[in-house]
């Protein structure tokens, strides 16, 4: 179901970004082109088109030097579907935790359908078709998660060191994670304190004990970020210092300062130029099958030994409190380690379901995930639940909806109509359609096809004119299209 995805969407904005940025530490050792993201997932991208032969030339920048390296037409199909398909290692990485949680939380059948749940989810889906980092942060903080989980039970040498590489993959696959591990593993203490009647002080004396064991992770953790960077030492200038993986301390204060500045969101049909304190809860809401929500909300009810789940739930909702005090808000995408919890949850709720009438219900919300998944391939991408109904457009954009991957299909269905030019203002600047593409007037439509991207049009307003007329036609799920 991923594979079958590369080659009908055109890339997505980030994704000529990402690509570039790996092709350049593969090529050359060095990581300079841009330092909001981490090099774990763009390596991982860039090395199917590595060994295919493509190799780093200097560009003006990353998204120029993305979009060279992927070319045209068939060498353009197979170079992306060689970048995504490096994806998948983080795919299975995060099955793999998924299963084990579930195993660990309850037994074999529950590990399941954990897996079962995961893996029909439409946004996992979605972005493990796709060369970007979010999924590396899905499957890598799960892994980091269920590696401390175990370095809890006993922490020898052998699971501390585990427990430092797979924490020190995750900050190297998206800085998101430098929040969500602290704020996930605080909540999941304070679920463990409150089951077992222990006290926060009793759990300092417990690391105390295990300092050793703390220091040895902390230490291994520091080394394989050091390692992820290229064990690279330089100037870091907002701290006037001179340190190890310069790139990783830099990194992370661009994406402080772009949460400050904030980015335009829209959500249920609004405009913030800082965002929405709302916005990841309601992106949830909207974006996940109703028969998993379902599920979620019949789990204490379903659920006699509710103590191993209660961690993995306490994981998720550790993720999304924390992520409700940024100003990024662009997409579902930045909470995928949600699901990892999610699915281990519903998985438990479903193996203790005892009544003949409970465990009906859940094959039936089982099922409904499943159906309402297969109805929208290959769009995972654009996936929402019934919620939104027929016109997601009013609820979302941007990456829940419109990431500039249809312009592909746009233009075959341009061809296929004999069509010299289009108006429209894409999204996604760095595809080149055959047919040329004008940005036409804010106000008022031009003669011939009008294309609208939701994102431009929600987001940012352009163009005014189609608030007042209804399309003619959509385009995948994301470009709307007129003729006048």
Known sequence: RIASTWLVFNHTIDEPDHLAAGMEYLSTGRYLYE?????????????????????????????????????????????????????????????????????????????????????TLPPILAHAGLATTDLALCAMTGAATLAALDWADLPNRRRSGWLGVLTALAFTSKFSSLLYLPSAWLLMCVGHLAATGQTPRWMARELWARRRAVALTAAVAVLTVWAVYGFTFGRVDFLHLRLPAPRFFSGIHSVWLQSQRGRPAYLLGQRSPMGFWYYFPTVLALKTPLGMLTLLCLSPWLMKNRRAAGLAAAFSAGIVLISM????????????????????????????????????????????????????????????????????????????????????????????????????????????????????????????????????????????????????????????????
Not at 70 to 95: M, P
Not at 360 to 389: C, F, K, R
């Open 35 to 119: 330092d909001l993201h981490p090099p774990l997932a763009r390596v991982v991208a860039a090395i199917g088109p590595f060994l295919a032969g493509e190799r780093f030339h200097p560009g003006p920048d990353s998204y120029s030097e993305g979009y060279r390296i992927l070319g045209h037409g068939d060498h353009y199909d197979r170079t992306l579907a060689l970048s995504r398909a490096g994806n998948l290692v983080f795919f299975w990485i995060a099955c793999m935790v998924v299963y084990r949680w579930a195993w660990r939380a309850g037994g074999a059948n529950a590990a399941v359908i954990a897996t079962l749940l995961f893996t």
């Open 325 to 484: 005090r940024g100003h990024i808000d662009l997409g579902v995408r930045y909470l995928l380690p949600v699901y990892v919890g999610f699915s281990v949850v519903g998985a438990c709720a479903a193996t203790q379901a005892r009544s003949w009438a409970s465990k009906g219900a859940v094959v039936v919300l089982i099922m409904w995930q499943i159906v309402s998944g297969d109805l929208v391939h290959p769009d995972y991408l654009a996936y929402t639940n019934e919620i939104t109904g027929g016109h997601p457009e009013r609820f979302l954009a941007d990456s829940d909806l419109d990431w500039g991957q249809d312009m592909k299909r746009l233009e075959a269905f341009l061809e296929h109509e004999h069509a010299t030019n289009v108006t429209f203002a894409p999204f996604n600047r760095t595809y080149r359609m055959a047919i040329p593409a004008t940005p036409g007037d804010r106000d008022h439509p031009s003669p011939g096809w009008n294309a609208v991207s939701i994102t431009i049009w929600k987001v940012f307003g352009y163009p005014s004119w189609a608030d007042r007329i209804p399309p003619q036609r959509r385009i995948g799920r994301s470009i709307l299209l007129w003729y006048f």
